[in-house]
């Protein structure tokens, strides 16, 4: 396998449990992350749950008790969806947010139970070759061998370009700025344990408490013209992101008052097609190498997660691995070309003006509501195991 993110690590673990020896190459020289906050919905914490970590997950996940879409300068709700125990209740598995370091150290740790799985860092995988009898893959640690090559090695995969080509990221007209903000940099600024999207002309504004409540996590998306980089520790200037949300409701004000300045991050958005054909001979893509979504759904690691159990259980079936990945690919693709589509979409709807944005409004409780429940409702495994009558 190549590539330790969110998609990787689940994927090592699901491997394991289903009886997998995994070999997993690493670029970076340890298990670091970028990006500060994420949110795990119920289809992907079910996943996590039914891989054994649910008790490590709790430690160190926060559980907000709604998410709340306001109005960008006055605050008024426009559209209000429990989470908390309504949404355990109602989707049979919780709803999360994390610190991106702390999922990682949960996957990390639990893949370091499993004696079947080696996790080699500082192992940049530079090409692949198929084999007969599997594939051949040279790193910046050595050469590896295996029967097939898992690649989830994230947005800018090297292996989706060597096997498909470039991707041909096509830049959004969007840039979103990151930061993460201590609640004790806070003086009274009203920050509740709920999901906050902030809807404005031409921008958005998420907030929500991570770190059992000592931090909040900021993606803030507004329209830019032009842009190059798409990567989530350029740095960006304080000051523009506070010209970006002038007028904007006091409480963000505060937030961005309170940042580091040297914390604050900017990055593209880039768009890229979906992929005909997910897998080549032995090698398969996974997660956002194969699949990449933009963030206004905040379903890429979900997509990741529910990726590696359904290609685990493909791969568990006694047939070829082209039988194997033809199902996975099957199973899978219906859900991820969804997500894709209805996260391009929301981008239009978050930054309506005028008559569109009347109509959003008094929509939104309702098509929120449909959505999530079509999200977050999914059981990814089961699906995957009903396919092969298990
Ligand atoms: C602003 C923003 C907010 C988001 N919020 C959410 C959210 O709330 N919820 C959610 O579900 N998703 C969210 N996402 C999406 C989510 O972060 C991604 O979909 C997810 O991280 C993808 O996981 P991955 O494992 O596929 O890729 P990655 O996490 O990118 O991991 C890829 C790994 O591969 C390694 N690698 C790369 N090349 C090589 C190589 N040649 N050799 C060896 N290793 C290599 C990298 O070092 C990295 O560790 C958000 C995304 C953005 C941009």
Not at 49 to 71: E, I, N, T
Request: glycine share 8%; hydrophobic share 45%; proline share 5%.
């Amino acid at each position: 396998m190549v590539g330790a993110g969110v998609g990787g690590l689940t994927q090592a673990l699901a491997l394991a449990k289903a009886g997998f020896e995994v070999t997993l190459l690493e670029a970076n020289e340890s298990l670091t992350t970028t990006g500060a906050g994420i949110q795990l919905s119920p289809n992907a914490t079910r996943i996590l749950q039914r891989f054994g970590l649910a008790d490590s997950l709790a430690r160190v996940a926060d559980s907000p008790q709604q998410v709340v879409c306001r109005h960008w300068q006055t605050g008024a709700p426009v559209s209000i969806q429990p989470l908390g125990v309504v949404a355990a209740t109602r989707f049979g598995a919780p709803y999360y947010h994390l610190l991106r370091a702390d999922l990682i150290d949960v996957l990390a740790e639990a893949i370091q139970r499993e004696p079947s799985v080696t996790l080699h860092c500082n192992a940049s995988v530079r090409s692949v070759v198929q084999i007969p009898e599997g594939v051949e893959v040279d790193s910046s640690a050595g050469t590896f061998h295996g029967d097939v090559l898992i690649a989830a090695d994230g947005v800018h995969s090297s292996l989706r370009e060597a096997i498909f080509g470039e991707a041909n990221a096509r830049f959004t007209g969007q840039a979103a700025w990151r930061l993460l903000v201590p609640r004790s940099a806070l003086n009274d600024c009203d920050v509740p344990a709920e999901t906050g999207v902030w809807w404005g002309p031409g921008k958005h504004f998420v907030a929500y408490p991570v770190n059992q409540g000592r931090s909040v996590n900021c993606v803030c998306v507004v329209e830019a013209k032009q842009w190059t980089e798409e990567s989530w520790t350029q740095k960006g200037r304080a000051q523009d992101l506070a010209e970006d949300f002038k007028g904007w409701h006091p409480n963000l004000q505060g937030l961005i008052a309170a940042a580091d300045p040297a914390e604050v991050r900017q990055w593209a958005l880039l768009d890229r097609p979906t992929l005909d054909r997910w897998y080549s001979g032995r090698v398969v893509l996974m997660g956002d190498a194969c699949h990449p979504s933009l963030p206004f759904l905040a379903q890429g690691a979900a997509m990741a997660i529910e990726d590696a159990e359904v290609l685990s259980v493909c791969l568990a079936e006694d047939i070829e691995p082209a039988a194997a990945f033809r199902a996975y690919q099957r199973l899978r693709q219906p859900r991820t070309d969804y997500v894709q589509r209805a996260s391009r979409r929301n981008a239009g709807i978050f930054h309506a003006t005028g008559l569109k944005a009347w109509a959003r409004d008094r929509l939104a409780p309702w098509a929120g509501d449909r959505v999530t429940a079509k999200l977050y409702r999914f059981d990814a495994g089961r699906l995957a195991r009903q396919h092969f009558n298990r």
